[in-house]
């Protein structure tokens, strides 16, 4: 799934011009630009970074000022390439390994668009090795790169039409959990959070009941309702939110049906639904107050019988209804997992 970039602009994406730095927070060493080398696998580390915005530029980023300044012709790339180096060099404090700074200038295929991609990797080995070298450097990088994919560190994606960036851009940061971004490379790029976990997580409960609105042909009873219920609480304990939990969680919600065309059909819906709601590649924590577990029910009987049990567990739980007024209630369960006696005190606070 894509992300930032949309399906036409990945499958036509190139390489115009390319640089690298050396960066470790020590004196700048600034760099010509290079001939565009190792291109199938940098477009692959680009493709791996696209993820949905959710940061937005400072309207005064001289970040985003540079880049704008590249692409319209008013500094050469190899100029501004050198600058956007220097002040991530600048930023980059004694916290942060040393590393390599790549800067790419790209093209889609269409005249009045390109798109530049920052990426900060993390090999302070490969620094080491060979004093400052980016001929050695970027060699090391690319030999390196297959027994240590999480190199990468810090990424960003922008677009710029008509010599102008978009506001939104793709950041992604290794060091920090789901979408956001470490202090010092949101301050080199000048960004701001635009979309909340909060509003990440309302947009996924709406693809959530979207999907299953859609398919509610496969699901158990053809109940959307209780359905929707199971996919919140299958998402509500995640440390983080992706594309594939969303995936599981809808699939269990349709007790995660065997037959290969149903679950193509269900992925393919999914698929549409998350690009809609622009959350391709993110990951993000549950905002839980928002993707919710469903309610517990609690049944006190007469005789003294507490049964408590979640709202959705109807396939589990069966009430009916006697002619004497009362009900008989049946517990369906694979296994008992704990049975005890308890005390007078905790008989009590269950009235």
């Known amino acids: 799934m894509v992300g930032f970039l949309s399906d036409d602009e990945l499958s036509s ?11 470790s927070g020590a004196e700048f060493v600034p760099q010509p630009a290079r001939s565009v080398e190792h291109e199938d696998f940098f477009l692959a580390r680009i493709r791996e ?28 790339f190899e100029t501004g390439a050198q600058t956007l180096a220097r002040e991530f060099n600048r930023f980059h404090d004694g916290t942060s390994r040393e590393g390599a700074f790549f800067i790419f200038e790209l093209s889609a295929g269409l005249p009045n668009i ?18 400052g070298n980016v001929d050695a450097m970027l060699r090391l990088i690319v030999q390196a790169f297959v027994a240590g994919k999480r190199s990468i560190q810090k990424a960003a994606l922008v677009r710029v039409v008509d010599g102008k960036a978009e506001s939104g851009l793709c950041a992604t940061d290794r060091i920090k ?11 080199y790029l000048e960004v701001n959070r635009t979309r909340s976990d909060e509003d990440l997580s ?47 969680a809808v699939l269990a919600a ?31 924590a549950p905002d839980r107050k928002i993707i919710k577990k469903p309610a517990m029910l609690r049944l006190r009987t007469t005789e003294g019988v507490v049964v408590v049990y979640p709202d959705d567990a109807t396939a589990m739980v069966n009430r009916e209804k006697t002619e004497a007024g009362g009900e008989t209630i049946t517990i369906r369960t694979k296994k008992v997992t704990d049975e005890r006696i308890v005390s007078e005190n905790a008989r009590i606070k269950t009235r």
């Not at 994406?13 to 050396?22: D, E, R």
């Not at 970074?49 to 692409?71: H, L, N």
């Not at 109940?223 to 995936?247: C, G, W």
């Open 202 to 248: 309302r947009a996924v409960v709406k693809v959530l009941r979207e999907v299953l609105t859609e398919h509610a042909d496969d699901l158990p009873e053809k109940d959307v309702a209780a359905a929707f219920r199971r996919a919140q609480a299958h998402l509500h304990d995640r440390i983080m939110v992706t594309e594939d939990s969303v995936r599981d």
């Open 114 to 131: 390109k798109f530049f991609s920052l990426i900060k990797y993390d090999y302070e080995e490969v620094v080491e090795q060979t004093d």
């Open 13 to 23: 994406l190139k390489i115009v011009n390319m640089a690298l730095h050396g960066v």
């Open 49 to 76: 970074s696209d993820a949905a915005a959710v940061f937005g530029f400072d309207p005064a980023s001289s970040t985003k000022r540079t880049i704008e300044s590249i692409a319209t012709g008013a500094l050469s």
């Open 177 to 187: 959990p789901g979408p956001d971004i470490g202090d010092y490379f949101a301050k």
């Open 254 to 284: 349709a007790g995660n049906p065997e037959d290969e065309k149903t679950i193509g059909r269900i992925d393919r819906t999914i698929g549409r639904r998350v690009k809609s709601a622009k959350l391709e590649g993110l990951a993000f």
